[in-house]
């Protein structure tokens, strides 16, 4: 779902690529029509072989399809080059694809970036629906992401958000590049959790992480035309992902034969790895464990949490200082801060699919994309969609649970993010110590930009550049 990049530079790449794009259009006509006997759902008007990527060259996808939705209906059927989509864009339609017809639509779409980051999807996050995903997940969970874990580890969160305080403490005074201070130490944490104090390497391993993320999309032209073999070797992704690929097993290696000869993680019992690799080893499963499977979990532990909106707006909302020890009421504002937050900017706006099974409005293979964001801000659900309102959500009975389809910020259904205890634990006690310790504002002259990023998970385009001022903590209120 890299739309951002690849449209950007899918005008250029159209361009350039038209002699290719004309053998195509020959080679497409020579094809016999496919009869299908679906009834599928509305469609823009298309061009012959790019079909409607037209409609979203240079502007962010989930804007683009929340356009097009609005104009043509909350379930559209476009054609991105050569693949089919369909996209979701209102609670009810969302609820027969997550919940309703979910086995059908469970799997989650490849592409290049998915294969080579992801170990031929060996991850739990782009590997086909089926016994080896939930084997994945089943491991995840019980050995990482269960709450018990969750509150196990927070002992090692504490310990990652107060290195992030004391470097921001360094910075007092002057700008300081806050989503690149929040990501290391939130990337920093699930890393310790899933595999231990990795000294060497973690922080390319963490920037590494960061680059993947925006390169997994899923939507470079050989991802459009996957017929092509031509578009396949002329992809100039391929070659970075190719060479990330290749640092990255370099550390990975590192990281598995150091589990594979200590035996042991680093707070004595195992971690994540010890246990795959210890499942490997006795052959304990009903699907095999590879080496690929275990570099790809570690690289999926990649996973950072995201805390889109850290600015005067939530200070404002916070009012006051607090430490997370205190109150309900302040615990709860925290909670209303971060739920708006997140509605506001989901960190995966559109939810990816695949359809696996034959069903009456969506051809089999098909890409699926439910629109989280378009419904996060439709002004059927929501009153004055736009505004930062953090109160909307006092006794709302919006959950993170995906109860209300039209909040979805982790997703849901079988898909659903495994990740969220361990993900808000983080993003609160982040939140809660950046603003008990820190008095915040924007460098002179500067004001805040709020422009999305590309990538599957869409965070800030530019590092949220703010001026920590120590706060005196004896003198509050
Ligand atoms: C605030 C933090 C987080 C947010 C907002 C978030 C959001 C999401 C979303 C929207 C999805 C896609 C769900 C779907 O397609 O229905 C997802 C999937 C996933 N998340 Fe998270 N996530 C967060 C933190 C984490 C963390 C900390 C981890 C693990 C360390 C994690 C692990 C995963 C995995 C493994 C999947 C794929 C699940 C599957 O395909 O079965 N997430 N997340």
Request: glycine fraction near 6%; proline fraction near 6%.
């Amino acid at each position: 779902m890299e739309f951002q990049s690849t449209f950007s530079l899918t005008t250029a790449v159209l361009l350039l690529l038209t002699p290719v794009i004309f053998l195509l259009i020959i080679k497409s006509r020579r094809q016999k029509p496919h009869h299908h006997h679906h009834q599928l759902p509305p469609s823009p008007p298309r061009l012959p072989l790019i079909g409607h990527l037209h409609h979203l060259i240079g502007k962010l996808p989930h804007h683009a399809l929340t356009a097009l939705s609005k104009k043509y209906g909350p379930i559209l059927h476009l054609r991105l080059g050569q693949v089919p989509a369909v996209i979701i864009s209102s609670p009810a339609a969302a609820r027969e694809v997550l919940k309703s017809q979910d086995p059908s639509c469970a799997d989650h779409p490849d592409s290049i970036g998915t294969k080579i980051t992801g170990y031929d999807c060996a991850d739990l996050a782009f590997s086909p629906y089926g016994e080896h995903w939930r084997q994945m997940r089943r491991i995840c969970v019980l050995e990482l992401l269960s709450a018990r874990n969750v509150r196990s580890f927070g002992f090692l969160r504490r310990h990652e958000v107060d290195r992030l305080v004391d470097t921001v403490r360094l910075s007092a005074g002057g700008p300081v590049d806050l989503t690149a201070a929040v990501f290391s130490a939130t990337s920093a944490t699930t890393c310790r959790a899933a595999f231990g104090k990795v000294v060497k390497g973690r922080d390319t391993l963490i920037k590494m992480m960061r680059e993947a993320l925006t390169m997994t999309g899923g939507l470079e032209l050989a991802d459009l035309f996957p017929s092509s073999k031509l578009l396949s070797v002329l992809c100039w992704n391929r070659s970075r992902l190719l060479r990330m690929r290749r640092r990255l097993d370099r550390i990975l290696d590192v990281i598995v034969e150091e589990h594979r000869s200590k035996k042991r993680g680093e707070f004595g019992g195992e971690d994540i790895v010890d246990v795959l690799i210890r499942m490997q080893e006795n052959r304990e499963l009903q699907f095999p464990i590879t080496n690929h499977n275990i570099k790809a979990i570690i690289f999926l532990m990649r996973k950072p949490v995201v805390m889109e909106k850290t600015q005067p707006e939530i200070r404002a909302a916070v009012k006051g200082k607090t430490s997370e020890e205190e109150g309900d009421a302040e615990a709860l504002r925290y909670k209303l801060v971060i739920k708006e937050t997140l509605r506001l900017h989901p960190p995966i706006p559109l939810l990816p699919r695949a359809c696996r099974e034959e069903c009456k409005t969506i051809p089999i293979k098909a890409k699926v994309m439910v629109n989280a964001w378009a419904m996060a801000r439709d002004p059927k659900y929501w009153d004055r969609p736009e505004i930062f309102w953090p109160e909307r959500f006092e006794g709302s009975s919006a959950d993170f649970a995906g109860s209300d389809l039209q909040y979805i910020p982790f997703g849901g259904g079988r898909r659903a993010c495994p990740g969220m205890g361990f993900g808000l634990a983080t993003v609160e006690l982040t939140l809660a110590q950046l603003l008990y310790h820190f008095e915040w504002k924007m460098p002179e002259g500067m004001s805040v930009d709020m422009a999305e990023g590309e990538g599957i998970a869409v965070g800030r385009k530019n590092g949220l550049f703010v001026v920590p001022t120590h706060y005196d903590n004896s003198i509050a209120i």
